[in-house]
């Protein structure tokens, strides 16, 4: 190396201003924000105020987080069953119809949430849905809108969370030995048998994160709650942007975001710790 | 077994595809109501989002913000990604652990952050916001996917040229850019996909000045429905389809979700 070292961190410089500039005093002021105290002019100024946690701890509050919390547990745990045997296969297509499948699936995981959201908003409507098809098809007498509800939201986030967990699950079942599976099924084990226990026993650290990533993601659905949900079917995060773009409070938005934050952390070490001291 | 596994995957497509051929069919209706089974055939809602203005502007301020953003991206991680992985500077890999955060945090969260960074520096509903927050968001994007490309540089070849006198320079130009580069290209197309479908936090920032089509389709419903939004999703779905496709052509798809080591 003719460059001395020192040189070498000058290339840093631009892309340290732009992450320390727009990511880290950002992410400061909503902690500074979220224990702000209100002044006169309605405007808030920097304090050590709990004010805003205090009403957190309302009921009302409280109760959102743990329905949140709740309903994303669902979500994860529902995805994974959907999207489990289906990377399997998928793991074992050849390798252009592996391609085209993965194609779709960033395609669909990539889609708006707001598409997705009118998609099912469509799909479970009373003129153009599913309950249009059924009377046609004779299964109901006459069609009715299936949205909004509980059912709705969880099918909407549902269908958000399965390409997530296809492609979190499809980098640990690919590389997936496959001598194993092939020993199992020597020594007389049925493919269903083989599947359950030597493939999922197997795959169980990868099933856990990828529980835990789509936990935290589907946290952060804000559309489906509210297109295809009733106010009771909200969550935090359609609170925060409630609170911060029609109510204009930042500092109650502010804590109200420190909690997703400390509910999402909360939840991925509880489980890393809970899926490691239990490695057998 | 088999039975069982054709009627699960004949499920899980019809599960995922579904909804997608039901907008695809509304999207093709000729009629102004939403109408399934469709009648009638037309482009007319697929034509409407070039013809009538406000659907086009949305859509070019949504192709011009996911285009400066993802390049703004690229142009952040490069540095990050190269100084980590040519020198292993420790200060290189802190950044890009600090770069990885955004994308990681619930998504309203950053777009809280930054609203209230903006409105206190007054940079509030400008263009510029939107582009650096989403560049930002975005960032891990570039970041995993360049470090990816790096990595699969063979050390000797570097090795090689240098014995053969090339310098810094000549070697990054010669030997790792072709490499890297498409690496680079698919973080690109990455951001460019994730920022075009971007809703909350454009809303966080420009929402009340540059409609983007994410939040002029939000608007939208809840005025009432209107094919167009039906055609704009598959249109969404076919840019999206075209980026990847383009990923899997040129770069290492498989390599970058992980299932090669």
């Given at each position: 190396m003719?460059?001395?070292?020192l ?9 340290s201003?732009?992450i ?5 005093i950002?992410?400061a ?9 209100p ?26 987080a ?26 074992r ?6 391609t085209?499948w993965?194609?779709?699936?960033l395609?669909?995981l990539?889609l708006?949430?707001?598409?997705i ?9 009373r003129?153009?849905g ?10 109901v007498?006459?069609?009715?809108s ?10 909407a ?9 296809v ?7 690919s590389?997936?030995?496959k001598s ?9 084990a049925?493919?269903?048998?083989s ?6 026993p ?5 099933i856990?994160?990828?529980g ?8 952060g659905?804000i559309?489906?709650?509210?297109v295809l949900g009733?106010p009771?079917?909200w969550?935090l995060?359609?609170?925060?942007t409630?609170?911060a773009?029609?109510n204009?409070n930042?500092p109650?938005?502010s ?5 997703l ?10 489980v890393?710790?809970?899926?490691g001291?239990?490695r057998? | 077994?088999?039975?069982l ?16 051929l ?12 939403l109408?399934?089974p ?6 007319r ?30 142009l ?7 100084g ?6 420790r200060?290189?890999k ?9 994308f990681i ?7 809280l ?7 206190s520096?007054?940079?509030?509903g400008?263009?510029l ?10 960032l ?7 470090s ?9 070849l ?10 810094n ?7 790792i ?7 680079a290209?698919a973080g690109?197309?990455?951001?460019f996909?994730?920022?075009?479908n971007?809703?909350i936090i ?9 409609e983007?089509?994410p ?7 809840r ?25 899997a052509?040129?770069?290492?798809l ?8």
């Amino acid at each position: 190396m003719t460059k001395p070292p020192l040189t070498r961190y000058l290339g840093l410089i631009p892309s340290s201003v732009m992450i320390g500039v727009f990511f880290a005093i950002p992410f400061a002021m909503i902690l500074l924000t979220s224990v702000s105290t209100p002044t006169d002019d309605g405007d808030y100024r920097f304090a050590f105020d709990l004010q805003h946690f205090d009403r957190f701890l309302t009921w009302f509050y409280v109760e959102r987080a743990l329905f949140s919390a709740g309903l994303c547990a669902l979500i994860a745990v529902i995805s994974l069953l959907v999207a489990f045997p289906f990377t399997y296969f998928l793991t074992r297509f050849g390798p252009r119809s592996q391609t085209i499948w993965l194609i779709y699936i960033l395609a669909q995981l990539s889609l708006s949430e707001v598409l997705i959201a009118f998609s099912w908003q469509i799909l479970l409507s009373r003129t153009s849905g599913v309950g249009n098809i059924l009377e046609w098809v004779g299964i109901v007498e006459k069609s009715f809108s299936m949205a909004p509800s509980a059912g709705a939201v969880v099918a909407a986030l549902v269908y958000l969370a399965v390409p997530f967990a296809v492609l979190l699950l499809f980098p640990a079942l690919s590389r997936l030995d496959k001598s194993l599976i092939e020993a199992s099924r020597t020594l007389g084990a049925s493919p269903m048998r083989s599947f359950f226990t030597v493939v999922i026993p197997v795959a169980r650290p990868a099933i856990v994160s990828s529980g835990v990533t789509i936990f935290v993601l589907t946290l952060g659905a804000i559309i489906v709650p509210q297109v295809l949900g009733r106010p009771e079917h909200w969550t935090l995060s359609v609170l925060i942007t409630d609170q911060a773009i029609f109510n204009f409070n930042m500092p109650f938005a502010s804590a109200l975001a420190v909690v997703l934050l400390v509910l999402s952390a909360s939840v991925i070490l509880l489980v890393s710790r809970f899926a490691g001291g239990n490695r057998s | 077994m088999t039975i069982l596994r054709r009627t699960y995957l004949a499920i899980f497509a019809l599960y995922l595809l579904g909804p997608v051929l039901v907008i695809a069919a509304v999207s093709f209706n000729s009629k102004k109501f939403l109408a399934f089974p469709p009648r009638g055939f037309s482009f007319r809602w697929y034509a409407e989002i070039f013809v009538a203005n406000d659907w086009f502007s949305s859509l070019m301020n949504s192709l011009f913000i996911a285009f400066v953003s993802a390049t703004l991206a690229v142009l952040i991680a490069m540095p990050i990604a190269y100084g980590a992985w040519r020198y292993g500077l420790r200060y290189a890999k802190a950044l890009f652990a600090l770069g990885i955060a955004p994308f990681i945090l619930p998504p309203v969260i950053m777009a809280l952050a930054f609203l209230i960074f903006y409105t206190s520096v007054g940079l509030y509903g400008s263009m510029l916001s939107v582009l650096i927050a989403h560049a930002i968001f975005l960032l891990a994007l570039p970041l995993v996917t360049i470090s990816l490309g790096l990595e699969s540089v063979d050390q000797s070849l570097i090795e090689a040229s240098q014995t053969l006198g090339a310098n810094n320079t000549t070697v990054f130009r010669t030997v790792i850019l072709p490499i890297a580069a498409p690496f680079a290209f698919a973080g690109f197309a990455f951001c460019f996909v994730l920022s075009l479908n971007e809703y909350i936090i454009a809303l966080m920032t420009v929402g009340f000045t540059v409609e983007t089509l994410p939040i002029k389709i939000f608007n939208a419903l809840r005025y009432g429905y209107t094919p167009v939004i039906a055609s704009i999703a598959v249109l969404f779905l076919l840019i999206n389809i075209t980026v990847f496709s383009l990923i899997a052509r040129f770069s290492n798809l498989s390599r970058i979700l992980g299932a090669l080591d």
